[in-house]
């Protein structure tokens, strides 16, 4: 019974949970735990530069001095003692789909990525478990000049200086405790450079698959859009079903040039036995536009705000979000924004739905500072319970430091019409199809802005879930 801690309700996932078995044949499984040993090894394993590996060793002594987070969801369930911080397929990274291991291929296959692929993406990273095992860019925006590589091979190469000066600036590991996790022992994700005023017509996309039972993922995405250069990034992430804990604590670190333009589109589907810790930022420089569209529809527990900094005079920040909690889930999300240049705009609209006992809790935090003069912020979240025994709650935090701005904030929480249902219902539809239909309106301000694929996946998620199979 000592376990019982790391084991969480056992759910079905559908397609999610396709999985592979893991064998020592075929896989490298670095022990459980987090000691400079450990850290040490996965440095090893990298082939780290100097500089790395000591960064990784001053972030493990930062993660062991840092206090756990204390201000969401509980978090006790997750034991690193049980999380083994790095496992990869012993083959290596392909740039050729067909050289992809048959395992591997077959999982990527059934969930459309390559597909995806082909059909209307520039460019495609595919991460299982720690690593990378495959990669490819079409040659038309390679020929643009566009860097889209895995940001390890980018760190040994001749990008090693732009690397160096990023990383892990924006999200320094003294954030908080996952976050100095993450520099410790941080491995795979992508490094995109967007040259000026290059405009990539197709989107960019990374998925992230965690196959592993008991293991963390902790990818690291960097990208950096140039002056008047702008870039539609995609990110997606699932994983299959298991008994025991999985933590997801990757970092995304967006830098937005002069007059730039990024969309970070993210549907994070990860199973409800993962506890997802993930931290994003983004810094706009003046007249750059940072867009963000997330949806988080996975994971026993998540704390999830992608945060913007408005550093430059006029730069602009949208972000749309949706958040699923159902049963067993207890899901903190939201977004901030600090406002540092004068004539800065920042729209942040999320949808939230909870059922079956899930909890969704929206928290945000908008800063505007003294600097800031004539800034505009507009907050605006609804909440959407689908019984008596599901729970939302609002937590919004402003600060406000000049008299030379316009702040808004609006926030609603209700459930859905029994009118409404009744109505869709006196039409033919069933109870299920018309409450289907009610969430996927509310949640359509948010599909809108969706990739086509990644809009119809989030309904059909939306319909696993309101099935009772989520």
Not at 161 to 171: A, C, G, R, S
Not at 279 to 300: C, L, N, P, Y
């Amino acid at each position: 019974m000592e376990d019982n801690k790391n084991v969480v309700v056992d759910v079905d996932r559908s397609v999610y949970d396709i999985k592979d078995i893991e064998t020592d044949q075929d896989f490298y499984r670095e022990k459980e735990g987090l000691t400079e040993d450990i850290v040490r090894h996965v440095s090893e394993e990298k082939n780290d530069p100097e500089w790395m590996l000591e960064f990784r060793l001053k972030c493990l002594k930062i993660y062991n001095e840092l206090k756990m987070p204390e201000w969401g969801p509980d978090i006790d369930g997750l034991d690193m003692d049980k999380i083994a911080t790095y496992v990869r397929h012993k083959s290596d990274m392909k740039g050729n789909w067909e050289d992809v291991p048959e395992d591997i291929k077959n999982t990527f296959e059934r969930l459309g990525i390559p597909q995806a692929e082909r059909e209307s993406l520039a460019g495609v990273g595919a991460q299982y478990d720690s690593e990378l095992v495959y990669h490819n860019v079409k040659d038309e925006v390679a020929a643009q000049g566009v860097i889209y590589t895995d940001i390890e091979s980018a760190l040994r190469g001749e990008y090693a200086d732009m690397i160096k000066e990023h990383f892990m600036k924006l999200v320094p590991p003294t954030n908080h405790k996952f976050a100095a996790l993450h520099g410790a022992v941080w491995s795979g994700g992508s490094f995109v450079y967007v040259p000026k005023n290059v405009k990539v017509e197709i989107p960019l996309q990374s998925y992230f698959r965690l196959n592993a039972a008991g293991a963390g993922q902790f990818e690291h995405t960097l990208i950096i859009v140039d002056e008047g250069a702008d870039l539609h990034f995609i990110e997606g992430c699932s994983a299959p079903k298991y008994n025991v804990a999985n933590l997801h604590a990757g970092c995304v670190e967006l830098f937005v040039a002069k007059n730039a333009r990024l969309r970070y589109s993210t549907i994070e589907n990860w199973s409800k036995n993962m506890y997802n810790l993930n931290t994003k930022r983004a810094i706009v420089e003046e007249g750059g536009v940072m867009e963000w569209v997330s949806g988080s529809f996975g994971s026993h527990t998540g704390y999830l705000y992608p945060m913007t900094i408005l550093k430059g005079e006029r730069s602009k920040m949208e972000y749309t979000g949706i958040t699923f909690a159902g049963k067993g889930q207890n899901l903190d999300t939201g977004a901030k924004v600090v406002h540092q240049g004068a004539d800065t705009t920042s729209v942040i609209t999320t949808k939230s739905i909870s059922k079956d006992g899930g909890i969704g809790t929206y928290r945000s935090s908008v800063v505007i500072q003294p600097t800031a003069k004539r800034a505009k912020a507009s907050v605006s979240c609804d909440s959407l319970m689908l019984d008596s025994i599901s729970r939302s709650d609002t937590v919004p935090g402003m600060d406000i430091r000049t008299n030379d701005a316009d702040v808004g904030h609006e926030a609603k929480i209700g459930r859905i019409s029994d009118e409404a249902v009744f109505y869709l219902m006196s039409r033919g539809l069933s109870e299920a199809d018309a409450r289907a239909m009610i969430v996927s309106g509310f949640a359509d301000p948010v599909s809108k802005e969706l990739p086509l694929e990644y809009a119809v996946e989030m309904n059909n998620l939306i319909k696993l879930e309101m099935s009772g199979n989520g």
